[in-house]
């Protein structure tokens, strides 16, 4: 399969309502090489772009999966700031 067979692949089973794993045994597909599959797509829809702007201040572009979001910043301990909490609400 292609990528773009996979990623229409995703977007099948997205719209299924069901699970991966279901999905793949009504469909007699491999579960492991469609886990695989998607897990390399990952990679491929993230962008990430750091820019310098006036006043010494930087800003971070990011693009996920459709999701965009920009942070401007002057000093890095915003960007730790920023880290640490999404890590706290991923983790709880």
Do not use: W
Not at 46 to 66: A, Q, W
Request: proline share 1%; hydrophobic share 35%; glycine share 6%.
């Amino acid at each position: 399969m292609t990528k773009d067979d996979y990623r229409k692949l995703k977007e099948e089973i997205e719209s299924s309502g069901m699970s991966i794993r279901q999905y793949c045994l009504e469909h007699n597909l491999s579960l492991g090489n469609v886990y695989t599959a998607f897990n390399r797509m990952k990679g491929e829809e993230l962008s990430l772009t750091v820019i310098d702007v006036p006043d010494s201040r930087r800003r971070i572009e990011m693009n996920l999966d459709g999701v965009h979001i920009q942070i401007e910043y002057e000093d890095e301990s915003v960007l730790r700031k920023v880290i640490k909490g999404l890590s706290h609400v991923f983790s709880a």
